[in-house]
Protein backbone atom coordinates (compact mmCIF):
# COMPACT_ATOMS: atom_id res chain seq x y z
CA UNK A 1 0.00 0.00 0.00
CA UNK A 2 1.69 3.00 -0.86
CA UNK A 3 1.94 6.16 1.35
CA UNK A 4 -0.76 8.49 1.00
CA UNK A 5 -2.59 11.50 2.97
CA UNK A 6 -6.09 10.83 4.05
CA UNK A 7 -8.81 13.05 3.75
CA UNK A 8 -8.89 14.44 6.95
CA UNK A 9 -5.15 15.35 6.61
CA UNK A 10 -6.24 17.41 3.42
CA UNK A 11 -9.46 19.11 4.65
CA UNK A 12 -7.37 19.95 7.62
CA UNK A 13 -5.03 21.74 5.20
CA UNK A 14 -7.46 23.31 3.09
CA UNK A 15 -9.07 24.81 5.79
CA UNK A 16 -5.46 26.32 7.63
CA UNK A 17 -3.84 27.28 3.83
CA UNK A 18 -6.60 28.33 2.21
CA UNK A 19 -7.56 26.76 -1.23
CA UNK A 20 -6.73 26.72 -3.97
CA UNK A 21 -3.93 24.55 -2.60
CA UNK A 22 -0.74 22.42 -3.62
CA UNK A 23 0.49 19.45 -1.37
CA UNK A 24 3.03 17.58 -1.59
CA UNK A 25 4.20 14.34 0.32
CA UNK A 26 7.62 13.66 0.64
CA UNK A 27 7.70 10.61 1.86
CA UNK A 28 5.91 9.46 -1.27
CA UNK A 29 8.56 10.78 -3.79
CA UNK A 30 11.31 8.83 -1.19
CA UNK A 31 8.99 5.61 -1.60
CA UNK A 32 9.31 6.50 -5.42
CA UNK A 33 12.75 6.75 -5.95
CA UNK A 34 13.15 3.74 -3.69
CA UNK A 35 11.26 1.84 -5.79
CA UNK A 36 13.88 2.63 -8.88
CA UNK A 37 16.56 1.72 -6.63
CA UNK A 38 15.55 -1.71 -5.77
CA UNK A 39 14.62 -2.11 -9.35
CA UNK A 40 17.77 -1.50 -10.61
CA UNK A 41 20.14 -3.05 -7.78
CA UNK A 42 23.06 -4.45 -9.24
CA UNK A 43 22.86 -2.17 -11.94
CA UNK A 44 25.32 0.79 -13.46
CA UNK A 45 22.96 3.56 -13.19
CA UNK A 46 22.33 7.13 -12.05
CA UNK A 47 18.99 9.01 -11.78
CA UNK A 48 18.56 12.29 -12.67
CA UNK A 49 15.26 13.97 -11.31
CA UNK A 50 13.46 15.91 -14.32
CA UNK A 51 13.04 19.50 -12.33
CA UNK A 52 10.93 20.74 -14.70
CA UNK A 53 7.93 18.63 -13.77
CA UNK A 54 7.72 19.92 -9.92
CA UNK A 55 10.97 22.57 -9.51
CA UNK A 56 10.16 24.40 -5.70
CA UNK A 57 13.56 24.57 -4.44
CA UNK A 58 12.31 22.47 -1.53
CA UNK A 59 11.68 19.57 -3.50
CA UNK A 60 14.66 19.98 -5.15
CA UNK A 61 16.58 20.22 -1.89
CA UNK A 62 14.58 17.21 -0.78
CA UNK A 63 15.36 15.59 -3.88
CA UNK A 64 19.04 16.05 -3.29
CA UNK A 65 18.67 15.21 0.39
CA UNK A 66 17.45 11.17 -0.72
CA UNK A 67 20.46 11.16 -3.13
CA UNK A 68 19.02 11.59 -6.33
CA UNK A 69 20.74 13.78 -8.93
CA UNK A 70 18.84 16.02 -10.85
CA UNK A 71 17.70 16.82 -14.98
CA UNK A 72 17.88 20.48 -16.08
CA UNK A 73 15.63 22.00 -19.04
CA UNK A 74 17.11 25.44 -18.81
CA UNK A 75 19.69 26.97 -17.35
CA UNK A 76 17.62 28.69 -14.75
CA UNK A 77 16.79 25.17 -13.56
CA UNK A 78 20.54 24.24 -13.30
CA UNK A 79 20.97 27.15 -11.01
CA UNK A 80 17.84 26.97 -9.04
CA UNK A 81 19.64 22.99 -8.70
CA UNK A 82 22.57 24.94 -7.61
CA UNK A 83 20.96 27.15 -5.20
CA UNK A 84 19.09 23.95 -3.59
CA UNK A 85 22.92 22.31 -2.86
CA UNK A 86 23.22 20.25 -6.09
CA UNK A 87 27.10 19.92 -6.81
CA UNK A 88 27.23 20.48 -10.68
CA UNK A 89 28.81 17.19 -11.14
CA UNK A 90 25.15 15.79 -10.22
CA UNK A 91 23.46 18.28 -12.71
CA UNK A 92 22.43 17.18 -15.83
CA UNK A 93 21.35 19.86 -18.81
CA UNK A 94 19.04 18.47 -21.52
CA UNK A 95 18.66 21.49 -23.81
CA UNK A 96 16.38 21.68 -26.83
CA UNK A 97 16.69 24.53 -29.11
CA UNK A 98 18.20 26.87 -27.18
CA UNK A 99 20.70 29.40 -28.03
CA UNK A 100 24.75 28.23 -27.96
CA UNK A 101 25.24 31.36 -25.51
CA UNK A 102 22.82 28.92 -22.83
CA UNK A 103 25.13 26.03 -23.99
CA UNK A 104 28.10 28.54 -22.92
CA UNK A 105 26.76 29.34 -19.67
CA UNK A 106 26.30 25.85 -18.80
CA UNK A 107 29.10 25.00 -19.58
CA UNK A 108 30.90 27.47 -17.33
CA UNK A 109 28.47 25.94 -14.68
CA UNK A 110 30.69 22.96 -14.75
CA UNK A 111 27.21 20.67 -15.44
CA UNK A 112 26.87 17.88 -17.45
CA UNK A 113 25.30 18.93 -20.59
CA UNK A 114 23.21 17.00 -23.41
CA UNK A 115 23.09 18.84 -27.38
CA UNK A 116 20.24 18.45 -29.32
CA UNK A 117 21.31 20.31 -32.69
CA UNK A 118 23.99 19.26 -35.08
CA UNK A 119 24.26 23.32 -35.67
CA UNK A 120 25.30 24.05 -31.70
CA UNK A 121 27.45 20.66 -31.62
CA UNK A 122 29.54 22.33 -33.66
CA UNK A 123 29.68 25.78 -32.04
CA UNK A 124 30.80 23.05 -28.94
CA UNK A 125 33.18 21.54 -30.99
CA UNK A 126 34.85 24.84 -32.51
CA UNK A 127 35.03 26.47 -28.61
CA UNK A 128 35.72 23.49 -26.50
CA UNK A 129 37.44 21.00 -28.80
CA UNK A 130 38.22 18.05 -26.61
CA UNK A 131 38.29 19.55 -23.34
CA UNK A 132 34.91 19.62 -22.25
CA UNK A 133 32.86 16.19 -22.35
CA UNK A 134 29.41 16.29 -24.08
CA UNK A 135 26.67 14.64 -24.54
CA UNK A 136 24.12 14.31 -27.43
CA UNK A 137 20.94 13.91 -27.63
CA UNK A 138 19.33 11.92 -30.87
CA UNK A 139 16.05 10.89 -32.48
CA UNK A 140 15.92 7.54 -32.50
CA UNK A 141 12.75 7.64 -34.80
CA UNK A 142 10.78 5.57 -31.75
CA UNK A 143 6.89 6.24 -31.43
CA UNK A 144 6.11 6.34 -27.98
CA UNK A 145 3.90 8.29 -25.07
CA UNK A 146 0.68 8.91 -23.49
CA UNK A 147 0.06 11.11 -26.60
CA UNK A 148 1.41 12.90 -29.61
CA UNK A 149 2.08 16.14 -27.44
CA UNK A 150 4.34 14.45 -25.18
CA UNK A 151 6.05 12.23 -27.83
CA UNK A 152 9.35 13.49 -28.22
CA UNK A 153 11.15 10.51 -30.21
CA UNK A 154 9.24 9.89 -33.47
CA UNK A 155 10.50 10.73 -37.04
CA UNK A 156 8.42 14.32 -37.47
CA UNK A 157 9.77 15.35 -33.48
CA UNK A 158 11.36 18.27 -33.23
CA UNK A 159 13.51 17.30 -30.45
CA UNK A 160 17.27 15.76 -31.08
CA UNK A 161 19.01 15.03 -33.60
CA UNK A 162 18.19 12.50 -35.98
CA UNK A 163 19.55 9.47 -36.07
CA UNK A 164 19.71 9.37 -40.06
CA UNK A 165 22.45 12.23 -39.27
CA UNK A 166 25.01 10.32 -37.24
CA UNK A 167 27.39 11.21 -39.69
CA UNK A 168 27.23 14.58 -39.91
CA UNK A 169 27.71 14.46 -36.35
CA UNK A 170 30.81 12.13 -36.89
CA UNK A 171 32.05 14.24 -39.19
CA UNK A 172 31.69 16.88 -36.54
CA UNK A 173 33.63 14.57 -33.98
CA UNK A 174 36.33 14.34 -36.76
CA UNK A 175 36.76 18.09 -37.37
CA UNK A 176 36.92 19.52 -33.74
CA UNK A 177 37.71 16.91 -31.41
CA UNK A 178 34.86 16.55 -29.22
CA UNK A 179 34.40 14.48 -26.28
CA UNK A 180 31.51 12.58 -26.63
CA UNK A 181 30.69 10.71 -23.45
CA UNK A 182 27.02 10.43 -23.38
CA UNK A 183 24.35 9.74 -26.25
CA UNK A 184 20.93 10.43 -25.12
CA UNK A 185 17.04 9.74 -26.36
CA UNK A 186 14.04 10.97 -24.37
CA UNK A 187 11.06 9.49 -26.58
CA UNK A 188 8.34 10.58 -24.43
CA UNK A 189 6.15 10.50 -21.52
CA UNK A 190 3.81 8.11 -19.94
CA UNK A 191 5.59 5.00 -21.86
CA UNK A 192 4.38 2.04 -20.21
CA UNK A 193 6.03 -0.79 -22.72
CA UNK A 194 9.45 -1.76 -21.18
CA UNK A 195 10.13 -2.96 -24.67
CA UNK A 196 10.21 0.89 -26.13
CA UNK A 197 13.17 1.04 -23.52
CA UNK A 198 14.67 -2.10 -25.08
CA UNK A 199 14.40 -0.58 -28.27
CA UNK A 200 16.32 2.38 -27.14
CA UNK A 201 18.94 0.75 -25.72
CA UNK A 202 19.58 -0.90 -28.92
CA UNK A 203 19.53 2.10 -31.08
CA UNK A 204 22.02 3.21 -28.80
CA UNK A 205 24.29 0.58 -28.53
CA UNK A 206 24.12 0.19 -32.23
CA UNK A 207 25.32 3.62 -32.71
CA UNK A 208 27.42 3.61 -29.71
CA UNK A 209 30.59 1.65 -31.74
CA UNK A 210 31.27 5.48 -33.20
CA UNK A 211 32.02 6.62 -30.12
CA UNK A 212 35.32 5.00 -28.12
CA UNK A 213 35.10 7.60 -25.60
CA UNK A 214 31.23 6.99 -24.57
CA UNK A 215 30.83 6.69 -20.89
CA UNK A 216 26.90 6.92 -21.23
CA UNK A 217 23.91 6.01 -22.11
CA UNK A 218 21.28 7.85 -21.48
CA UNK A 219 17.33 6.97 -21.56
CA UNK A 220 15.63 9.47 -20.75
CA UNK A 221 12.49 9.64 -18.32
CA UNK A 222 8.75 8.85 -19.75
CA UNK A 223 8.14 5.82 -17.12
CA UNK A 224 4.48 5.68 -16.91
CA UNK A 225 2.17 6.02 -13.36
CA UNK A 226 -1.18 5.20 -13.25
CA UNK A 227 -3.55 7.88 -13.54
CA UNK A 228 -6.90 6.62 -14.35
CA UNK A 229 -8.53 3.97 -11.72
CA UNK A 230 -6.92 0.19 -12.53
CA UNK A 231 -4.23 1.75 -14.49
CA UNK A 232 -0.96 0.13 -14.15
CA UNK A 233 2.52 1.89 -14.85
CA UNK A 234 5.54 0.97 -16.19
CA UNK A 235 7.08 -2.17 -15.30
CA UNK A 236 9.66 -0.91 -13.45
CA UNK A 237 11.06 -4.37 -11.82
CA UNK A 238 11.18 -5.47 -15.26
CA UNK A 239 12.66 -2.73 -17.18
CA UNK A 240 15.48 -2.89 -14.33
CA UNK A 241 16.14 -6.28 -14.42
CA UNK A 242 16.47 -5.81 -18.91
CA UNK A 243 18.92 -3.10 -17.99
CA UNK A 244 21.29 -4.61 -16.15
CA UNK A 245 21.18 -7.38 -18.74
CA UNK A 246 21.56 -5.47 -21.21
CA UNK A 247 24.34 -3.77 -19.85
CA UNK A 248 26.19 -5.97 -18.80
CA UNK A 249 26.09 -8.30 -21.98
CA UNK A 250 27.52 -4.91 -23.90
CA UNK A 251 30.06 -5.45 -21.48
CA UNK A 252 31.03 -8.47 -22.10
CA UNK A 253 30.60 -8.71 -25.63
CA UNK A 254 32.57 -4.84 -26.66
CA UNK A 255 34.81 -5.27 -23.19
CA UNK A 256 34.00 -1.65 -22.03
CA UNK A 257 31.35 -1.24 -19.29
CA UNK A 258 28.21 1.49 -19.86
CA UNK A 259 26.59 3.59 -17.61
CA UNK A 260 22.96 3.65 -17.95
CA UNK A 261 21.50 7.32 -17.18
CA UNK A 262 17.30 7.78 -16.16
CA UNK A 263 15.73 11.06 -15.98
CA UNK A 264 12.66 10.28 -14.28
CA UNK A 265 10.13 13.36 -13.51
CA UNK A 266 6.27 12.24 -12.81
CA UNK A 267 7.41 8.55 -11.97
CA UNK A 268 9.08 10.63 -8.81
CA UNK A 269 7.12 13.36 -8.30
CA UNK A 270 2.90 12.62 -10.21
CA UNK A 271 1.63 10.82 -7.26
CA UNK A 272 3.04 12.93 -4.31
CA UNK A 273 1.15 15.99 -5.37
CA UNK A 274 -2.80 16.86 -4.44
CA UNK A 275 -4.42 19.84 -5.32
CA UNK A 276 -7.35 20.80 -3.41
CA UNK A 277 -10.23 23.22 -4.47
CA UNK A 278 -13.50 24.19 -2.92
CA UNK A 279 -16.95 24.23 -4.83
CA UNK A 280 -18.33 27.48 -5.36
CA UNK A 281 -21.47 26.87 -7.13
CA UNK A 282 -23.57 24.00 -8.07
CA UNK A 283 -25.36 24.92 -11.39
CA UNK A 284 -27.71 21.86 -12.84
CA UNK A 285 -27.86 23.17 -16.56
CA UNK A 286 -29.93 20.30 -18.79
CA UNK A 287 -28.99 16.49 -18.60
CA UNK A 288 -25.94 17.73 -16.69
CA UNK A 289 -24.62 19.38 -12.95
CA UNK A 290 -21.62 21.71 -12.88
CA UNK A 291 -19.51 21.66 -10.03
CA UNK A 292 -17.88 25.33 -10.18
CA UNK A 293 -14.50 25.44 -8.49
CA UNK A 294 -12.08 28.13 -7.10
CA UNK A 295 -9.74 27.04 -9.54
CA UNK A 296 -9.24 26.65 -13.42
CA UNK A 297 -7.18 25.67 -16.01
CA UNK A 298 -4.76 28.73 -14.85
CA UNK A 299 -3.44 26.50 -12.44
CA UNK A 300 -4.09 22.94 -13.72
CA UNK A 301 -3.53 22.43 -17.46
CA UNK A 302 -3.38 18.92 -18.17
CA UNK A 303 -6.56 18.31 -18.60
CA UNK A 304 -7.28 20.95 -20.87
CA UNK A 305 -4.25 20.69 -22.74
CA UNK A 306 -3.65 17.05 -23.21
CA UNK A 307 -7.24 15.08 -22.38
CA UNK A 308 -5.33 14.24 -19.35
CA UNK A 309 -7.49 11.69 -16.69
CA UNK A 310 -7.49 13.20 -12.69
CA UNK A 311 -8.86 11.14 -9.86
CA UNK A 312 -11.00 13.70 -8.00
CA UNK A 313 -12.56 12.80 -4.67
CA UNK A 314 -14.84 14.50 -2.68
CA UNK A 315 -13.20 14.87 0.55
CA UNK A 316 -15.90 16.63 2.29
CA UNK A 317 -18.23 13.89 1.51
CA UNK A 318 -16.65 10.62 0.65
CA UNK A 319 -19.58 8.83 1.70
CA UNK A 320 -22.26 10.63 0.20
CA UNK A 321 -24.91 9.16 -2.82
CA UNK A 322 -23.11 9.14 -5.90
CA UNK A 323 -24.06 10.93 -8.67
CA UNK A 324 -22.58 12.64 -12.30
CA UNK A 325 -20.87 15.50 -11.86
CA UNK A 326 -19.32 17.96 -14.67
CA UNK A 327 -16.20 19.81 -12.50
CA UNK A 328 -15.21 22.63 -14.06
CA UNK A 329 -13.09 25.53 -13.70
CA UNK A 330 -13.32 29.56 -13.11
CA UNK A 331 -11.83 31.11 -15.60
CA UNK A 332 -13.39 32.26 -18.67
CA UNK A 333 -12.27 29.77 -21.17
CA UNK A 334 -13.89 26.14 -21.32
CA UNK A 335 -12.18 24.64 -18.27
CA UNK A 336 -13.54 21.03 -17.48
CA UNK A 337 -11.70 18.94 -15.22
CA UNK A 338 -13.98 15.89 -15.06
CA UNK A 339 -16.94 14.96 -17.29
CA UNK A 340 -20.28 13.07 -16.00
CA UNK A 341 -17.83 12.11 -13.46
CA UNK A 342 -19.60 9.87 -10.85
CA UNK A 343 -18.74 11.17 -7.40
CA UNK A 344 -19.85 11.24 -4.01
CA UNK A 345 -22.85 13.75 -3.56
CA UNK A 346 -21.25 17.15 -4.25
CA UNK A 347 -22.40 20.71 -1.68
CA UNK A 348 -21.82 24.43 -2.21
CA UNK A 349 -18.59 24.59 -0.30
CA UNK A 350 -17.16 20.89 -0.42
CA UNK A 351 -13.66 20.23 -0.82
CA UNK A 352 -12.76 18.63 -3.69
CA UNK A 353 -9.16 17.18 -4.62
CA UNK A 354 -7.80 16.55 -8.05
CA UNK A 355 -4.99 13.33 -7.63
CA UNK A 356 -1.79 13.15 -8.98
CA UNK A 357 -1.08 16.83 -9.41
CA UNK A 358 2.51 16.59 -8.16
CA UNK A 359 4.03 16.65 -11.93
CA UNK A 360 3.51 19.12 -14.46
CA UNK A 361 0.41 20.49 -12.30
CA UNK A 362 1.52 23.97 -10.68
CA UNK A 363 4.21 24.31 -12.96
CA UNK A 364 2.22 25.11 -15.81
CA UNK A 365 0.06 27.41 -13.99
CA UNK A 366 0.07 31.04 -14.89
CA UNK A 367 -1.61 34.22 -13.76
CA UNK A 368 -4.48 34.19 -17.09
CA UNK A 369 -7.54 36.34 -15.38
CA UNK A 370 -5.51 37.69 -13.48
CA UNK A 371 -5.83 35.46 -10.54
CA UNK A 372 -3.57 34.71 -7.79
CA UNK A 373 -1.05 31.38 -7.66
CA UNK A 374 -1.77 28.70 -5.51
CA UNK A 375 -0.30 28.21 -2.37
CA UNK A 376 2.27 24.70 -2.21
CA UNK A 377 2.75 23.43 0.90
CA UNK A 378 5.03 20.30 1.50
CA UNK A 379 4.16 17.57 3.89
CA UNK A 380 7.23 15.38 5.60
CA UNK A 381 7.49 13.54 8.52
CA UNK A 382 4.03 14.08 9.54
CA UNK A 383 4.46 18.00 9.50
CA UNK A 384 2.85 20.26 7.13
CA UNK A 385 4.94 23.95 6.01
CA UNK A 386 4.10 26.66 3.23
CA UNK A 387 6.76 26.19 0.65
CA UNK A 388 5.25 28.90 -1.68
CA UNK A 389 3.22 31.58 -0.43
CA UNK A 390 -0.39 32.37 -2.29
CA UNK A 391 0.11 35.26 -5.05
CA UNK A 392 -0.61 39.10 -3.66
CA UNK A 393 -1.90 41.70 -6.12
CA UNK A 394 1.85 42.60 -6.09
CA UNK A 395 2.65 39.65 -7.74
CA UNK A 396 0.34 40.25 -10.78
CA UNK A 397 2.14 43.79 -10.94
CA UNK A 398 5.59 42.64 -10.54
CA UNK A 399 7.88 43.62 -13.41
CA UNK A 400 5.57 46.03 -14.84
CA UNK A 401 6.31 49.57 -14.85
CA UNK A 402 4.17 52.96 -15.28
CA UNK A 403 1.93 51.22 -12.18
C1 LIG B 1 10.43 16.16 -19.48
C2 LIG B 1 11.66 15.37 -19.62
C3 LIG B 1 11.90 14.28 -18.78
C4 LIG B 1 10.91 13.78 -17.76
O1 LIG B 1 9.80 13.17 -18.33
P1 LIG B 1 8.75 12.41 -17.39
O2 LIG B 1 7.70 11.93 -18.31
O3 LIG B 1 8.24 13.41 -16.43
O4 LIG B 1 9.48 11.31 -16.71
C5 LIG B 1 13.12 13.63 -18.90
N1 LIG B 1 14.03 14.01 -19.81
C6 LIG B 1 13.83 15.06 -20.64
C7 LIG B 1 14.89 15.44 -21.60
C8 LIG B 1 12.63 15.76 -20.58
O5 LIG B 1 12.43 16.78 -21.41
Given amino acids: MATELSHEQLVALAGEYGTPLYVYHAERIGEQYNH ?45 ALLAGFDPTNILYTS ?14 GIHINIDSLSNLRKFGLKFGHSYPVGIRLRPNIMAGGNLKISTGHADSKFGIPLEQINEVLDLVKETGLFIRTLHIHTGSEIKDVEVFARGIEVLFDVAAHFPELEVIDLGGGFKVPYEP ?3 GTDIALLGKKVKEEFEQYEKKYGRPLQAWFEPGKFLVSEAGYFITKVNVLKPAGQAVFAGVDTGLNHLIRPMF ?27 ETDTFAENRLLPEIREGDYLVIRNAGAYCFEMSSHYNSRFKPAEVLVKEGEARLIRKRDELEDLLRGQVGV
Fill in 230 to 232: GET
Fill in 96 to 109: NNIAFEEIEEAQRL
Fill in 306 to 332: YGSYHVIDNISNPGGEKKFYNVVGNIC
Fill in 36 to 80: LLAAFRGANVRFFYAAKALTNINILRYIKSIGCNVDCSSVNEARL
